[in-house]
C-alpha cells in the first residue's frame, strides 16, 4: 500500500487498508483503522499532517509556525512531557498527583509525603524515590503551607535521572533548547540555585553517584537553565507545575497568545484559539494573563531574558482594557504610558495631558499592589469597598490590582443572606445583589478582552459565569413575584441563568472533580436541573 489518501474518505484505511474506522488525530483528513495503524503510517505522513513547521529568526530563535491555515480547537501537538515536576517553588504536595498534602502520608519507600499508596507508585515518582531511598536520607517537612526549599531539587533531578536512563531521548531533545543561563553565572538567582539545588542534589541526595547519572555542577545548572527557559507552565488536574515539551516549548511567547493548552490522560494538547494563518507563529503565552503591561514585561525579562513587543505591550490601553492605566490627579481620566515598550517613559493624561513620571507610577502601582495584598489577605465587602473608594481618585477603575479585589467582591456581594428566607431578604441584600450583577459584567468584559478563550483564565472566568447567574436568577424571582415582569420575560431571563451556568461548564469541562473548580461544575449541573424543575413547576415549560 502507498501513501496516505489525504483528503480521500476511501473507506480503507491508509495503512493497512482494512476498514477505515478514525480520522488522523492531527490533520483529519486521513482515514485509519485504528491507532496502531495510525503510528504506523505516520513516517510517510508526517509531513503533510503537522500543522506546523520550526522556523528560525533572530528575534525568538526557533519557533514554531503554522505549516497551513489553522482553525479555531484545530489540535497542534498532542505529547507527552520529556519532564513534568513541581515548579521550583512551591508549597509541599504530593510528587505523583500533585495535590496539596497534609503530611499525614509517607510514602512507604524514600518517606517523601506524598497523599496515598496509589500516588506513591505514581511513574512520575520513581526518579527522587529511588535516588533518595539510595542515600537513606529521612525527607523532613512539617510546614504544609509555605513553600519548602526541598522541593526545588525535584524537576531537576527527574531531569538528571532521565538524561541517565535515556541518554539518546534526552539529548535529541534537549541539545537544541536554547539556554542562556550559564550566561548568568554569578547573578543573585545563580547563586541561589548553587546553594539550594547543586549544593542539595550533590551533598544531601548524592545525585553523582547515582547509577548512569552525570550530575556536575555545571551539568545541574545547565538542565536549572533548560528548565528556566523552556519550561511550559502546565495545569495538572491538583496544580500548575512545570515541564518540558519536544515541541510545544519550542512556541514562541505572545501576551496575545494564539493557542490554548489543556493538559489531560498526561498529554498536553495545544490547540489553536484564533484562526492561524500558514506562516504565522504559533504562540503560547509564559507570563500571567492577568498581570499589567510592566509586570510581565518585567517578568520576562527576568525569567527569559526577552523583552515581549507583542500587539497588548505595544498598546498603551491593553487592548482597550486600561488594565495598569492610574488615574490623573487633575482631571481624573486615565493616565497612560507614552510609549509602553520604553521603561523609562513618561505616562500622560489623555485629556488634560498631565504627565507623571515613570517613578511616579511605580511608586503608586507598587503601593496600591501593596494595599490589595493585605486587603485580599482578609477580605470583606467594607475593606474591599473603602480600599476602592480611596484608590478611585489615584488608579483606573480597571486596573489589574483593582481587577482582583473585583473578583474577591462580585463572589462577597449577596453571599450572606444567599440562603436565608425570601423575607429576610432585605433593602441591602438587593443593593448588593445589583452590585454583585455590575462587577460580574464589568470583570468578565475586562477578561474577554485579554483572554477571548477564556483558557488562560478558567477559574476566575468560570466562578464569575457561576455568581453572575446567581443575580439573574434571584432579581427575576423576586420581580415576578412582586408581578413586575411578565412570564415571558421571566422565561427569558431564567434561560440567561441557564445559559450563564452552562457557560462555567464549557469552561470548567477539563477539571477534575475533586477540585474547586470541578465541584463548581457539578454544582453548575445541579442548579440546572434545580432551575429546569422550577420552571416546570410554574408552567414556564
Ligand atoms: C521556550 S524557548 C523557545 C524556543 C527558543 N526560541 C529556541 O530557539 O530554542 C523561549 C525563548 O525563546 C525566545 N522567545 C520566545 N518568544 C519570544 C518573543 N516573543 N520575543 C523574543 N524572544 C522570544 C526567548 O529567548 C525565550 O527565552
Not at 497534609?102 to 520513581?126: A, F, I, L, Q, V
Not at 553523582?208 to 528548565?227: K, N
Amino acid at each position: 500500500m502507498g501513501g496516505p489518501n489525504i483528503g480521500e474518505e476511501s473507506g480503507q484505511c491508509a495503512s493497512c487498508g482494512g476498514p477505515a474506522e478514525t480520522r488522523c488525530t492531527g490533520c483529519r483528513n486521513v482515514f485509519y483503522c485504528g491507532r496502531e495503524c495510525q503510528k504506523k503510517g505516520w513516517p510517510s505522513h508526517r509531513d503533510v499532517c503537522r500543522p506546523f513547521t520550526i522556523a528560525k529568526n533572530q528575534k525568538c530563535g526557533r519557533h514554531l509556525v503554522a505549516s497551513r491555515d489553522l482553525a479555531v480547537d484545530d489540535i497542534i501537538t498532542e505529547e507527552s512531557p520529556l519532564v513534568l515536576g513541581p515548579k521550583q517553588e512551591t508549597e509541599p504536595l504530593c510528587l505523583g498527583c500533585y495535590k496539596r498534602i497534609t503530611g499525614n502520608y509517607r510514602c512507604s519507600r524514600c518517606s517523601w509525603p506524598m497523599c496515598s499508596p496509589e500516588c506513591e507508585n505514581h511513574p512520575d515518582h520513581k526518579p527522587e524515590c529511588d535516588v533518595t531511598k539510595a542515600t537513606g536520607l529521612t525527607i523532613c517537612v512539617d510546614d504544609m503551607d509555605s513553600p519548602h526549599h526541598l522541593y526545588e531539587v525535584i524537576t531537576v533531578l527527574r531531569c538528571l535521572v532521565l538524561s541517565g536512563k535515556e541518554p539518546k531521548r534526552w539529548k535529541s531533545s534537549t541539545e537544541r533548547m536554547n539556554n542562556p543561563y550559564m550566561r548568568g553565572a554569578g547573578t543573585p538567582q545563580y547563586r541561589h540555585n548553587q546553594e539550594h539545588v547543586v549544593q542539595v542534589l550533590r551533598e544531601k541526595f548524592k545525585i553523582h553517584e547515582y547509577p548512569g547519572v552525570d550530575a556536575s555542577e555545571s551539568d545541574i545548572h545547565t538542565v536549572l537553565g533548560l528548565l528556566q527557559f523552556n519550561n511550559v507552565p502546565t495545569k495538572t488536574a491538583y496544580a500548575e507545575v512545570q515541564a518540558l515539551y519536544p515541541m510545544a516549548s519550542l512556541a514562541s511567547h505572545s501576551c496575545v497568545p494564539n493557542t490554548k493548552p489543556v493538559f489531560k490522560d498526561g498529554k498536553l494538547i495545544l490547540r489553536a484559539s484564533d484562526p492561524i494563518p500558514r506562516g504565522e507563529p504559533i504562540t503560547a503565552i509564559y507570563a500571567d494573563i492577568l498581570w499589567g503591561t510592566r509586570a510581565r514585561r518585567d517578568y520576562l525579562r527576568q525569567t527569559r531574558l526577552f523583552s515581549c513587543t507583542c500587539k497588548r505591550c505595544r498598546d498603551p490601553t491593553e487592548l482597550n482594557t486600561y488594565f495598569s492605566a492610574l488615574a490623573c490627579r487633575r482631571c481624573s481620566s486615565p493616565v497612560l504610558p507614552m510609549d509602553p515598550l520604553d521603561d523609562h517613559t513618561a505616562w500622560a493624561c489623555g485629556k488634560c495631558s498631565h504627565e507623571m513620571s515613570v517613578e511616579e507610577v511605580l511608586r503608586t502601582t507598587l503601593a496600591l499592589g501593596a494595599s490589595v495584598e493585605i486587603a485580599l489577605a482578609n477580605p470583606t465587602i467594607e475593606t474591599l469597598e473603602a480600599l476602592q473608594i480611596d484608590w478611585h481618585s489615584r488608579a483606573h477603575p480597571n486596573h489589574y490590582h483593582l481587577h482582583a479585589v473585583k473578583h474577591s467582591l462580585l463572589q462577597l456581594y449577596g453571599r450572606s443572606k444567599e440562603k436565608a428566607d425570601e423575607k429576610e431578604k432585605d433593602a441591602a441584600h438587593w443593593v448588593e445583589i445589583a452590585k454583585k450583577e455590575k462587577a460580574c459584567k464589568e470583570f468578565l468584559t475586562v477578561c474577554s478582552r485579554l483572554d477571548p478563550t477564556t483558557a488562560h483564565t478558567i477559574p476566575f472566568v468560570g466562578l464569575t459565569f457561576y455568581e453572575y447567574h446567581k443575580t439573574i436568577l434571584q432579581n427575576s424571582q423576586r420581580l415576578f413575584s412582586q408581578a413586575k415582569i411578565s412570564t415571558q420575560q421571566l422565561k427569558k431571563r431564567m434561560l440567561l441563568s441557564k445559559a450563564l451556568l452552562k457557560k462555567a461548564m464549557e469552561i470548567f469541562k477539563h477539571e477534575a472533580e475533586d477540585t474547586p473548580e470541578g465541584q463548581l461544575y457539578l454544582t453548575c449541573q445541579e442548579e440546572i436541573i434545580h432551575i429546569g424543575k422550577w420552571m416546570l413547576a410554574v408552567g414556564l415549560i
